[in-house]
């Protein structure tokens, strides 16, 4: 005999169904289910089932207990399934746990669902971890852009909405192909100023750690927040270089939705509340910060509650800094007057950012990193990032059988881990990191990758007053310890983890993908294309699945992973490590893709405030240099793209005439 008990995620209601003594409704407003327990007997004529639902608060707790008589069956097993639903911006429930006890006293527990819709357009596509960032992509091809504009524009944007994930104050990488088939890649990476030292800071010993990168930790946190921790920012260098050179709108058009958002405002929701509030004590530390992000009684800024409206995040002095930029180019950061009144901030709070360190910077455009991948060529951000590590995990796997084995099995989870294993070989172990990525494709398949970040949640924390700017940790990427391969040294590089990534198939465009996640990201995305080429999923499933991750100190493993197939692991000799990933972590990143087959594009993000937006084109129109004959988009002469339209509709109608035909002939 089998149960299942269903959780509806409203506040109002907690459904019961296919209980043996009927429905249980009516749960109170102020009450959120939090668990259901099923207690099986296996009495020789009949069993007893009692049936425990919990509702509790921060004010009271009720317990509704429910009894049925059942015959028995010939196994005696009772189950429970819980199921969970999710809204719009994601999973929203409390964490469920089911004990399900029986003559086996076997145990079934809840696990989240990792699932959103899949996207589907002709004309182009743009992914972003915030809707308002991937409309406003959208909306830069619609005025005539290309997917590089898309991506700049709502990279820019990301930094207004989400600015503890990105910003004019972080760090970028770009891959992108062309429509005549040229890959480049442009990295905008941070540095450390020339006046660090290597033991310029102090460590609290007794083996303490802390960070993301869990380095010896050190006092104050001085090297992971707060204006020691600054660097030298490269996301507006990287991203104003490919729009000047691959680009077609103007700058101050590309820049314009930035700058509008953090000027009017906009509404925030559950997500983007709890982030500001999970950093409020880095926020208040120093700078402008807490005045910017929070309430003038220190309080956090709330989402919408009940049927109460949300707060509004304003940043007017954001909204200036960026105008200035669309203005007058990169150069005021890097030359002008909002790098001077950065510099003078962070030192005049005790950091040793200098106008030299800014005027000396540059963002790098060169050739990607490329391997091949089961004939396909892939294309990553090559030298200090991420790129490396991802395509050594996939030139391994490539030369692996992973299809002799069923996907998800032990066995093709046991070859990942290896290969990760052995491409993590040279890198350090870390936690997660607060990235965004997005992806970008138009019309004429010109596709763009990129990844951005600002290191940890906020970066430093540390907002200059008056510039709305949020700055780079830069040193937390560094090894505080002196005389390491990674120690600090002045004006150097930092090894950070975005691997934004292309793959073409036969010279086509064939899929974009990349991730936020810290070290995760280089796992994430070479999974993801392994669930695609190899086993042909399509993007909704290739970043749903279950992953896992290994750096040499223990395999990951995705709670969703059955039991089984974590002790045939266990067997293989992997130091298993279950880790279950929730609305706010990031234990196997979060990866979004494109996928390009033919004319057809199709996106697929992780849940969270991920949004996917697709152009809405209609028909599709060839270049605006002549308008007379071509009735479908005016052209001088029908373009191949009408052309194919046409043909279509008229294979569509000569079948639809033969399909009457054959009913009139059958009648």
């Known amino acids: 005999m089998t149960y299942s008990c269903g959780f509806s995620l409203s506040r109002s209601e907690m459904n019961a169904t ?80 089911a004990r399900v006890t029986s003559a086996r006293m076997s145990t079934v527990r809840s696990e989240w669902l990792h699932s959103k819709t899949e996207p589907v357009a002709r004309n182009g596509m743009v992914t972003a971890e915030h809707h308002l960032a991937a409309e406003a992509g959208i909306e830069a091809m619609r005025d005539g852009g290309n997917a590089v504009d898309a991506a700049v524009t709502a990279a820019f944007v990301m930094g207004v909405v ?93 820049m314009a939705p930035a700058v509008r958002i953090a000027r009017e405002g906009f509404e925030i929701d559950w997500y983007v509340s709890l982030s500001f509030a999970m950093y409020h004590e880095r926020l208040s530390k120093a700078g402008d910060g807490k005045r910017v992000f929070f309430r003038p009684s220190g309080a956090p800024l709330r989402p919408p509650i009940g049927t109460e409206p949300s707060d509004r995040v304003v940043q007017t002095d954001l909204a200036a800094s960026l105008e200035a930029i669309a203005k007058d180019g990169p150069r005021v950061l890097y030359e002008g007057e909002l790098g001077r009144a950065i510099v003078d901030a962070v030192r005049a709070s005790g950091g040793i950012l200098a106008e030299e360190d800014l005027r000396g910077y540059s963002a790098h455009e060169g050739a990607p990193l490329e391997t091949m991948y089961r004939g396909h060529r892939v294309a990553t951000l090559p030298g200090l990032s991420g790129g490396p590590t991802m395509a050594q995990t996939l030139v391994i796997l490539d030369a692996l059988p992973l299809t002799s084995s069923e996907q998800g099995s032990a066995e093709h989870l046991h070859l990942v881990g290896e290969a990760l294993r052995s491409a993590f070989t040279q890198r350090f172990s870390s936690l997660a990191d607060h990235t965004t990525h997005l992806n970008a494709i138009d019309r004429d398949r010109l596709m763009v990758s990129l990844t951005q970040t600002l290191g940890q949640g906020f970066g430093s924390g540390f907002v200059p007053k008056g510039t709305g700017v949020v700055l780079l940790d830069t040193m937390t990427w560094f090894d505080p310890v002196p005389g390491h391969t990674n120690s600090i040294a002045p004006g150097k590089r930092v090894l950070w983890a975005g691997a934004p990534t292309l793959l073409t198939r036969n010279g086509a465009p064939f899929l974009a993908v990349g991730a936020p996640g810290g070290r995760k990201i280089m796992s994430a995305v070479a999974q993801t294309i392994v669930n695609v080429v190899d086993f042909g999923d399509g993007p909704q499933d290739a970043v749903n699945r279950p992953r896992v991750h290994d750096e040499g100190e223990g395999l990951l493993v995705d709670s969703r992973i059955s039991e089984r197939v974590r002790q045939e692991l266990a067997d293989l000799g992997h130091t298993v490590q279950l880790k279950e990933e929730t609305l706010m972590s990031a234990w196997f990143a979060r990866p979004q893709a494109i996928l390009v087959e033919g004319r057809r594009c199709a996106a697929r993000s992780l849940p969270r405030a991920t949004r996917t937006r697709r152009s809405r084109a209609s028909p599709p129109r060839c270049s605006p240099t002549s308008r007379s004959r071509c009735a479908t988009c005016r052209a001088s002469a029908m373009c191949a793209t009408c052309s194919r339209s046409r043909a279509r509709s008229a294979r569509r109608s000569r079948t639809s005439t033969r399909t009457r035909c054959a009913s009139r002939r059958k009648s």
């Open 18 to 97: 296919s209980v043996p003594s009927g429905e249980i409704r009516g749960a109170p407003d102020f009450f959120l289910p939090t668990s259901v327990s099923l207690f099986g007997g296996c009495a020789p004529a009949a069993s007893a089932i009692q049936i425990e639902l919990t509702y509790s608060s921060a004010a009271a707790s009720i317990s509704l207990t429910v009894y049925a008589m059942v015959a028995p069956s010939a196994e005696h097993a009772t189950s429970a399934t819980l199921r969970k639903r999710r809204r719009s911006s994601g999973l929203t429930a409390a964490r469920s746990l």
């Open 162 to 254: 989400e600015p503890f994930t990105s910003g004019i104050g972080g760090i970028a990488g770009l891959v992108i192909r062309l429509p005549d088939g040229r890959v480049t890649s442009i990295e905008g990476g941070t540095r450390a100023p020339k006046a660090v030292r290597p033991d310029m800071f102090e460590l609290v010993g007794g083996g303490a750690r802390a960070g993301m990168y869990a380095w010896p930790a050190v006092k104050d946190n001085a090297n992971i927040e707060g204006p020691l921790s600054v660097g030298v920012p490269g996301q507006p260098a990287a991203l104003l270089c490919a729009h000047e050179r691959y680009g077609r709108l103007p700058r101050e058009r590309v």
